[in-house]
């Protein structure tokens, strides 16, 4: 069943009058493991080998833009890029103003970091989050004194000098700073469910990229490879 479903799959996207076209991918780089500058100066991380993968599975020539996160759906909608793929989780209020495909990241669960020693009422306190996050707006609403930053090493940052009592993160992102702090992070009380997954973004009239790019999804969930991208980077995540 799954070389039937895969062989259409490869029939859709032969069939494409996208597979000439160049895709500029936007990304952040600056959210390890989803997305990060590596010591070359290149894009890399899980969502570099998704992005890459999906391009070669539809044919598409693709090109790489870094750009900042509180920027990102603003510069797509202004055609600075054609998708977003950068750890950015599928939300009403965003899908008011994107489109996005199917997600390729099952939900992750976010949770609040701290220094050894830090209670748990912390997370009533004040709290770091990165701007325009579903983080952000949780904690705004959750009763905490919200402090947000550009960029995520920044709320680390803000933790480390006591600037904040706690971050709110994606789990995926935090849990590397903790398991290298030598004792010195803890995670603190229980973990938050926001979000309904991880997917590409694109401009609300791309459907036909949409549509390839959803298709591309579908045979890498179908064939394991997906699966295998996210045991790679996420340790302890099972994936689909």
């Known amino acids: 069943m799954k070389n039937v479903t895969i062989s259409i799959l490869a029939a ?3 069939s494409s009058p996208l597979f000439a076209e160049t895709v500029r991918l936007g990304t952040e780089g600056a959210y390890p493991p989803y997305n990060f500058v590596n010591d070359a100066g290149e894009i890399d991380g899980f969502e570099r080998e998704v992005g890459d993968k999906l391009c070669e599975l539809a044919e598409l020539e693709c090109t790489w833009v870094k750009n900042d ?3 990102i759906i603003p510069n797509l909608v202004s055609g600075n890029y054609d998708v977003i793929i950068a750890g950015m989780s599928i939300t009403d209020e965003r899908d008011e103003v994107i489109d996005f495909t199917q997600d390729y990241f099952p939900p992750d669960p976010s949770s609040y970091m701290s220094m050894a020693g830090t209670k ?3 997370v009533k306190g004040v709290v770091a989050a990165q701007v325009s996050t579903l983080q952000a707006g949780y904690v705004a609403e959750s009763g905490a004194t919200l402090v947000e930053f550009a960029t995520p090493d920044e ?6 000098s006591g600037e904040a009592d706690a971050v709110l993160a994606d ?13 010195e992070l803890i995670f603190l009380g229980p973990q938050v469910n926001l979000g309904k997954g ?3 973004g694109l401009r609300e009239s791309d459907t036909e990229l949409r549509d ?3 298709a591309g999804i579908d045979a890498m969930k179908a064939d394991g490879s997906l699966n295998a991208l996210i045991s790679k980077w996420f340790e302890g995540q099972t994936g689909y």
Do not use: M, Q
Not at 155 to 160: D, L, Q, R, S
Not at 174 to 183: A, I, P, Q
């Open 12 to 14: 859709a996207f032969i």
């Open 69 to 71: 996160w509180d920027s």
């Open 120 to 122: 748990d009422d912390a």
């Open 155 to 160: 709320t680390i940052a803000a933790v480390k």
């Open 171 to 183: 789990d995926a992102f935090l849990r590397k700073y903790v398991e290298e702090s030598n004792g």
């Open 198 to 200: 991880v997917g590409l």
């Open 212 to 214: 390839k790019l959803n």
